[in-house]
């Protein structure tokens, strides 16, 4: 493997990069209280607050 040299291919990359965006855009656009958005997770219970 001493002569393997990573070459990342443009369109992974541009991908990736892509997806991130889109990911910190939803980070920022998200509620405040993490717990809101937890709840509107279907299937999602939050075992440490239970009734």
């Known amino acids: 493997m001493s002569d393997y040299n990573f070459e ?3 369109k ?4 990736v990069s892509a997806a991130a965006s889109q990911f910190m855009a939803g980070v920022k656009a998200a509620p405040e ?3 809101d958005s937890l709840a509107d997770i ?3 219970e939050d075992k440490e607050h239970e009734d």
């Open 12 to 15: 992974v990359v541009q991908q």
């Open 8 to 10: 990342p291919n443009p």
């Open 33 to 35: 209280d993490p717990k």
């Open 42 to 44: 279907p299937g999602f």
